[in-house]
C-alpha cells in the first residue's frame, strides 16, 4: 500500500523534474498524459560579465633565412679556335765584287803564308748573323801552281775562300767575266775549293752537263725554301772550252727561262744573280731593265746584281701575277784596289732584305743598303772594309786616294751619293744590333 503511494506521488512530479532540468515546457503534448499547469519561473536579470579583449602585441618576426638557390651562369660552349698562324722570318744579305787586286794579295802576305781575315773584321758583324749571307767573287780562287796574279788575268789565294767561309758566306757566285782568266782549271779550282765545305753553295759553274741540268741550289732555314741562278754576260772574250759550253751560265733567255721553269716549283722564293751593265757607271743600262723585266716575267723573286764596280740604285719592279720583284742593279765593289782616279769605285755595299712568311704568303719586311767603303793607305797596305757609318773624316783624310790629291775623298761626299741614291731604303746602322 505504501509504494502505490509512492509510486503516484513519484509520477505527479516527474514532469515537474523533467521541465526544471530542461528549462521550458515543451509544446508537444504527449498522448494520454493530463495538462499540466504552466509553471513561471522568474530569474533575475544578470549583469554580464565583460571581459576586455586584449589584442596581444605580434612582434614581427623575421622569417628563417632560406639560403637561395643560385644558379650558376653558364657559358655558351666556346667553339675550339684554330691556332694563329705560323708566321717566320728570314734574312738575307749579298755582298758585291770581291775583287782581288795584285797590291791586296801582297798585303795578305803574313809569315810566310797567306790570311785575309783582318781586312773583313769590321764588316763581319753585318754577314754574320744573316740566316742566308751571298757574295759576288770577282775573281778565281786558285792553288799556287796556276799563279796568284792581279788585273787584268786575276787568279787569288785559296785562303781568299778561307776568309769568306769565316765571315758565314753561304752562297758564293763565280759566273763572272773573269772566271775563265786561269782557264778551266781555274773554273775546276773554285769547284774543288767549294767542294770541302758542304755548308757553301756556289752558283754559275759545272763540272758537267748533266750537272749543269739538274744541280740545283736551294737553302731550306726557317721554314723557307730559297732557290738561287746565276748567270753573267760574257768572260772577257776568253772562249768557253769546245763543246763545254755548260762550264759557266752565260745570260741567254731560253736557258735562263728553263732553268727558272724547273726551280720555280721548289723553292717559295727564288733568287737570281746577275753579272751585267756598264762599267763605272751610277745608272743602270737599258739592257739591264730589258733583262730586269724578263726576269719579273718569270716571276723571279729577287735579282742581286754586280759588275760596274759601282753602286746603282734599287728598283721594285711589278710582277704581271701581283707580286714585286726587287732589284738591285749593283752593290759597287765589296773590295778592292782600284788605283784609278775613279773613287767612286771605293763605295760599295750590303743589302739588307728581310722576309715575313704566314702560312704561304711571304712579303717583305725591310730592305735596304748599307753602304760600306774600302779603306788601304798611302803604301797600298792597310786594307780594310769599314761601314760607312763608322768611317770619319780623319780615316778619309789618310786614304790612299785622298793622299794622291783628291781632296774630295770625304765621309760627306760618299754619303751624299748613297742617300740620293737609295733615300728610305738607306741603313746607316747595323740591322742586326736593333
Known sequence: MRMKIMLKYFLIFLPVLFFSCTGSPSSEKTPGSAPVPETKITTEPQTPTVTPTVT??????????????????????????????????????AAGDNLIHEPIIRAGYVNGGYSFDSIYDRIRGYILPADIAFINQETVLVTKNLGYSGYPLFGSPLEIGTALVGMGFDIVNHATNHIMDKGEAGVLSCMDFWDKHEDIHYLGIHRTEEERAKRQVIISKNNFKVGFLSYTYGTNGIPLPRGKSWLVSLIDQGKMAADIKALRPHCDYLVVSMHWGEEYKFDYSKEQERLAAFLADQQVDLVIGHHPHVIEPLVIMKRKDGGSMPVFYSLGNFLSAHVTPIKDTLLG?????????????????????????????????????????????????????????????????FTKIAKDMFGANLIMENPFER
Open 56 to 93: 596581444p602585441t605580434v612582434t614581427p618576426t623575421t622569417p628563417p633565412q632560406v639560403p637561395s638557390q643560385v644558379t650558376p651562369t653558364v657559358p655558351p660552349p666556346v667553339p675550339p679556335q684554330a691556332p694563329p698562324p705560323q708566321v717566320d722570318y728570314l734574312t738575307i744579305v
Open 349 to 413: 755595299g750590303i743589302m739588307y732584305l728581310k722576309l715575313k712568311k704566314t702560312e704561304e704568303t711571304i712579303s717583305i719586311e725591310e730592305i735596304g743598303l748599307v753602304p760600306i767603303i774600302t779603306h788601304f793607305d798611302v803604301s797600298l797596305s792597310g786594307f780594310s772594309v769599314y761601314p760607312l757609318h763608322e768611317y770619319t773624316e780623319e780615316m778619309a783624310a789618310r786614304h790612299w786616294n785622298r793622299r794622291r790629291g783628291d781632296s774630295s775623298v770625304t765621309v760627306s761626299y
